[in-house]
């Protein structure tokens, strides 16, 4: 059950208008006033430029933004302990690089030899594809701030590039090739930039992931077969382990909503959690709860937990309810995921759990989780979302023949804003509804339901590998 709250979109918009240059200025000098309402100003200001920075790659800007985050937070008294890792992460890297490039430099001085062996570098070493998905191997871990994506489009011409630079080197010859693409080309583009760019003469849905040593880029090409005049590889990967958050919502001295006779969000939602569970374990998937137990819990420590346990999805469960008057009339399912959606049909949007929390929070502490999502993120959300409402409403179904769809919805949910992984919301049906608010006390509802969203979870993981 939500709670409303408003987000003032108005000051984003604004500030989109500036480049991230001039707001550092700009949050520099505000930094410095006495006036903490200024301050915090200049804190949304830099963690703007910080979540554009990570998106753009741009890796001077995200540290000059880390490093304002960490001034103007601390003034703030806001934990930055995170933003003090990352910062002195980042610099140790561009150290190392350094390093290396300088090191790289006496050899070609003092080498008489015109062959050098580029020791210090990542090495690429070798590209696969598997169905649609190029995978690109690596001798050793990559960090996101050694790939620069970007896109040429030239629409007129039909000339769609979009490419990569990854900070790596390559060591032999690699030819790719894709009967839905103009051409695919990797090329050492300078000595330690690999560039690979993907040509084609239509709009590409590309997607990339990166995991350890690989490099995963989704194509999104359709069946048709990849062509490669490499050495054929067979991808031959065990089955990942697959790491689901499950967080019932509410519980101790937060009821959520009471409804049906007397009949209590936080408990119901707790039973569901647990026939989930059962049914996420039986088919081998590592599932964590947020609460085991009629527990109050923060919101922001639910997705904190399941960035700690590393999890793959989030997914937080309630149940809704009306006053009274409208409570035979309003029933049915819905599935919620994270976004900065301002359609009219999102104005529950602005809808969240715990408002208690929310209303300790100013203005522009809102402002910026929700600038804080990527669009990666979002999207992945978006699919998960779809899933799930699919795999709640075709089980229950084949039991209960006026289940109502509700749909897939979007909009800024606090219970989701700074997961780290697809996340999406649930209301499994109203508890003010009596037929409904009866059905979801039963154990065999209840094992339905948790069958429904184990699938939805399960068809989302095959087909998003
Ligand atoms: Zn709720």
Not at 106 to 111: L, R, Y
Not at 327 to 347: N, Q
Request: glycine share 4%.
């Amino acid at each position: 059950m939500f709670r409303l709250f408003i987000v003032f979109f108005l000051h984003v918009s604004l500030l989109f208008a500036a480049n991230n240059s001039e707001i550092l200025k700009r949050a520099d000098k505000l930094t410095k006033s006495p006036s903490k309402t200024k301050i915090f100003r200049a804190y949304n200001d830099y963690k703007n430029v910080y979540s554009r920075s990570v998106m753009h790659s741009n890796l001077d800007e995200r540290k000059s933004a880390l490093h304002g985050i960490i001034i103007s937070g601390k003034k703030l008294h806001i934990d930055v302990e995170k933003y003090q890792k990352e910062l002195s992460s980042l610099k140790k890297s561009s150290k190392k690089r350094k390093k290396t490039a300088l090191k790289m430099k006496n050899i070609k001085k003092t080498s008489s030899s015109k062959k050098i062996k580029v020791i210090h570098y990542t090495s690429l070493k070798q590209a696969r594809w598997d169905d649609g998905t190029l995978i690109l191997d690596f001798d050793r871990k990559l960090l996101k701030t050694d790939v620069n994506y970007f896109k040429l489009i030239d629409k007129k011409r039909s000339s769609f590039r979009y490419i990569f630079d990854i900070h790596a080197v390559k060591n032999k010859n690699i030819k790719l090739r894709h009967t839905k693409l103009k051409s695919i080309r990797i090329s050492q583009y300078k000595h330690n930039i690999v560039r690979l760019v993907f040509e084609s003469k239509r709009k590409l849905n590309l997607r990339f992931k990166l995991e350890g040593k690989h490099l995963y880029i989704f194509l999104h090409l359709g069946s048709s077969a990849p062509l490669e005049s490499q050495a054929k590889y067979k991808l031959k990967t065990k089955a990942k382990k697959r790491v689901v958050v499950i967080d019932p919502g509410h519980g101790g001295k937060d009821n959520g909503a009471t409804g049906y006779k007397n009949c209590r969000e936080k408990n119901i939602v707790l039973q569901v959690a647990q026939a989930v569970t059962k049914q996420l374990r039986k088919r081998g998937i590592t599932v964590y709860l947020t609460r085991t137990q009629d527990k109050f819990i923060k919101l922001r420590n639910r997705t904190k937990y399941a960035n700690k346990k590393k999890a793959d999805i989030f997914i937080s469960i309630h149940a809704n309810s009306v006053p009274k008057k409208n409570a035979l009339k309003a029933k049915g399912l819905e599935t919620y995921f994270l976004s900065r959606s301002r359609s009219s049909r999102a104005t529950r949007v602005a809808a969240v759990e715990n408002s208690k929390e929310i209303e300790d929070m100013n203005y522009f502490g809102k402002n910026n989780l929700l600038n804080f999502m990527n669009r990666e993120k979002i999207i992945a959300s978006n699919k998960l979302a779809i899933d799930m409402q699919k795999g709640m409403l075709s089980s229950l179904r084949k039991h209960y023949k006026d289940v109502k769809d509700n749909g897939v919805r979007e909009g800024p949910f606090w219970v989701l804003v700074g997961a780290q992984m697809p996340a999406v919301l649930l209301e499994i049906g109203f508890v003010s509804n009596p037929i409904e608010a009866s059905r979801m006390l039963t154990k065999k509802y209840q094992k339905y339901l948790a069958k429904g969203i184990a699938e939805g979870i399960e068809r989302y993981f095959i087909k998003n590998p």
